[in-house]
């Protein structure tokens, strides 16, 4: 789960949530390794089952990505200024 303690993310999908893009409930998260994209799956689930992460990180910027067999493509990259 991600806190979003500033409201950043907040305001930040409240203005960019207007067609041609459209909500999906998924709520803030942080992906460690995909299913669609890494064999690993069972092993992370294993090791990091009921681990919790208290840190803080600043996100610098937002990618437009997509999944498939083969992996990962970044689309776009959106800097994000502080």
Known sequence: AVEDLAGGRRALRARILAPPFRRL???????????????????????LRGARFDAAFTVTELLLTATSAAGCTVLAAAPLRP
Do not use: C, Q
């Open 25 to 47: 409930d998924v709520p803030a998260h942080l992906t460690l390794v995909h299913p669609r994209t890494s064999p690993a799956g069972p092993e992370a689930w294993r090791e």
